[in-house]
């Protein structure tokens, strides 16, 4: 099971990414939960994860998390852009089992 | 250097520092706490009173009468909610800013909370019913007061944690009984500080402290709920937008207390049937300024939905959807609004010209002023329509929203028609390519 943590202002934008991942995992038959949450909770929820997506307009907040999720060994990037903004479920889903091979 | 690189390099670093600074995320955190209540306490009012006036027929006068027999019941969810609004805010600002220093975050809570009530709410005796609590600091007018006693209880207890002056408990004693005690001594603390300094400023100041607080508030107050006080916020969100980081959350941290606390003057102005004082409310934020998304870009939806460009098309597809409950991050990443020289002024300024015209629509009487909250993920129309309970605010809306469609527009012809040529010029090489 893999386990993708996506965060934004509110967990509002980044739940519409979700589900778009959701359906090309789905797709690819891998066993993932991917979960959108909003930054204020970030603190508290951060630990179980295998990556942590960070949707570009939060992008302020990784130097910040970094040596957090660093400490848990998660890997933790901001999602690009243009991916985001095309909601492209395939290529962040793409961009998070990245992230998770380069840690291993 | 271009503009978008100062923007970027000049802002990003502010932003890190505001975006992360553990007390305005506290403020934030507690706001957002308290919305579910602000909700429900909106709704008992609008039931309360009902937006007909006592000519009504039919339906009105039906739900008049029935209000006006039951204002007491149908009010009690307001007031157990909204106009208590601070105390739930201070928990909740306590804990948050007690988590980040990884204390205790419930004696966070129960010591900001004891710090506020101490200085905003202290009991009189009246005969029969005994002590009463007077409610009248605990709405969102009491935010003010509600921040300064938390971040008080909170750095107390911090400090004294840090000086180690606790009541050591002997080994063996469970750390469940070990944390109750660990909140006696900032408990202790903290009324030997802040009561005598509450009774001092009662009598020198001849006014309770967070009537004094508010007071003190009251020139920013009416700064920030004017028409460049507006205009300002809207301006400043909106050129972090430009540089693709979320504006509205991070000037939002620090312009919401304001609006939660115009709010609540409003929402208890309208339960004791006055006139409402405030304009730049968070319905008004929500619904006549980030139309459909930061960047009014409601109306562009159908701009893009009709394009000629593929790509335009295809984010208009994408973006319909989340786009029509004010959520339009396909739409900025995706167009893409950021450092996109072509779209940067109607993107920064058509909220901005909303948010004027709608200060005066306002204030010039054309639409009612916001006195509930209503989530800022509803459909722009229908949002402003209740949070106001004025169907001419749900009309505001689409003029607003037709407005910026205008300011829009050539710049999204101009954007569109390079896209095209760059979508015919790939389309050119590509069938080149495969006639090779």
């Known amino acids: ?104 | 250097m271009n503009f978008f690189d100062i923007l970027e390099t000049k802002l990003m670093p502010v932003m890190s520092k505001v975006g992360t600074q553990r007390h305005i995320m506290a403020i934030r955190d507690g706001v957002v706490a308290t919305i579910p209540l602000t909700v429900i306490g909106g709704l008992s009012l609008i039931i309360a009173n009902p937006p007909f006036s006592k000519t009504a027929t039919g339906f009105g006068k039906l739900w008049l009468d029935f209000a006006t027999a039951n204002k007491v019941a149908l009010s009690m969810p307001f007031n157990m909610t909204m106009a208590l609004m601070s105390i739930f805010a201070v928990l909740a600002m306590g804990y948050s800013l007690a988590n980040s220093y990884k204390m205790n975050p419930l004696n966070g809570s129960i010591l900001s909370l004891m710090t506020y009530l101490l200085m905003s709410a202290q009991t009189v005796n009246v005969d029969k019913l005994g002590r009463l609590m007077p409610t009248k600091y605990l709405d969102g007018q009491g935010i003010f007061t509600a921040i300064l006693a938390f971040i008080v209880a909170i750095e107390v207890t911090r400090f004294l944690k840090k000086k180690n002056i606790t009541i050591k408990m002997p080994d063996g004693v469970p750390p469940a009984i070990a944390n109750s005690f660990d909140a006696l001594v900032p408990a202790f603390i903290l009324v030997l500080i802040v009561y005598p300094i509450t009774l001092v400023v009662q009598n020198v100041a001849g006014v309770p402290v967070p009537q004094m607080i508010m007071n003190l508030f009251k020139p920013l107050i009416a700064a920030v709920d004017s028409p460049f006080g507006i205009a300002f916020v809207a301006l400043l969100a909106q050129l972090l937008w430009a540089v693709g980081i979320h504006g509205s959350s991070v000037v939002g941290a620090i312009a919401n207390p304001f609006k939660e606390s115009n709010l609540a003057a409003n929402a208890a102005a309208q339960a004791a049937g006055e006139a409402m004082p405030y304009v730049f409310t968070p319905a008004f934020w929500s619904f006549f300024i980030v139309i459909g998304g930061s960047g009014a870009t409601l109306g562009l939806l159908f701009l893009l939905f009709r394009s000629r460009s593929s790509h335009l098309k295809g984010i208009g597809r994408v973006a319909l959807i989340p786009g029509l409950f004010n959520i339009n991050e396909p739409i900025i990443f995706g167009m893409p609004m950021i450092f996109n020289p072509t779209l940067f002024i109607p993107f920064v300024f058509s909220q901005v010209i909303c948010s004027v015209i709608a200060y005066y629509a306002t204030v010039l009487g054309f639409v009612g002023r916001a006195f509930a909250t209503v989530p800022w993920t509803t459909p722009a129309p229908l949002g402003a329509l209740i949070g106001t309970a004025d169907w001419r605010a749900a009309v505001l809306v689409l003029i607003l929203a037709a407005i910026s469609t205008v300011i829009y527009y050539p710049f999204f012809k101009v954007y569109e028609r390079t896209l095209i040529k760059q979508e015919e010029a790939d389309a050119a090489e590509a069938s080149a390519v495969a006639a090779d």
């Open chain 1, 1 to 104: 099971m893999t386990k993708i943590l996506l965060v934004c202002a509110a967990g509002m934008s980044t739940s519409y990414l979700v589900e778009k991942m959701k359906k090309a995992a789905a797709a690819r038959n891998l066993d993932v939960t991917i979960e959108a949450h909003a930054t204020p909770e970030f603190s508290e929820i951060y630990k179980n994860w295998d990556v942590i997506l960070l949707g570009p307009q939060v992008r302020f907040q990784k130097a910040g998390w970094t040596p957090l999720a660093e400490s848990a060994g998660i890997p933790l990037d901001v999602i690009n852009p243009m991916d985001y903004g095309t909601m492209n479920g395939e290529k962040v889903l793409d961009f998070a089992l990245k992230l998770i091979a380069s840690k291993k």
